[in-house]
């Protein structure tokens, strides 16, 4: 068994492109229309592009339990998902110079380092580096 595809619930499909491919070097892999304005919309990392696919998921728009699970998360300061990074703090200040949110700075926390910013489509991620 493998992970082939993880959804993460955005506001906006066309606002979480922009952000995954032009501050988090994602790269866009499946586009299609699937109705009422909705897109079965993949992105993969930049440096595993036969990796395994994040859909930007419109289910926050469509679907109520989605809306609010997303928001309680938001509102609590919890992450969505994480990212696994190489240097955090490399990562960190490039992403800040691309005017990137973040709630939580770099914090060393047992054997890893991790930073939360806002992804701007209702979600909090944190990327992490295992020391």
């Not at 993949?42 to 469509?62: F, H, I, R, W, Y």
């Amino acid at each position: 068994m493998k992970i082939k595809l993880v959804s993460i619930p955005v506001d906006n499909q066309e606002k979480a492109l922009e952000f995954y491919t032009e501050k988090l070097n994602f790269v866009k892999k499946i586009d299609v229309p699937v109705g009422d304005g909705n897109r079965w919309l993949t992105v993969v990392s930049g440096e595993e592009q036969d990796g395994p696919e994040l859909l930007l998921e419109p289910a926050p728009k469509n679907f109520e339990p989605t809306r609010t699970y997303q928001k309680a998360l938001f509102d609590a300061g919890i992450p969505y998902t994480q990212f696994n990074v190489e240097d955090v703090e490399k990562e960190y200040e490039r992403l800040t110079n691309l005017d990137v949110v973040f709630s939580v700075k770099p914090t060393e926390m047992g054997t890893a380092k991790l930073a939360v910013f806002n992804d701007t489509c209702g979600n909090y991620i944190q990327i992490v580096e295992i020391l």
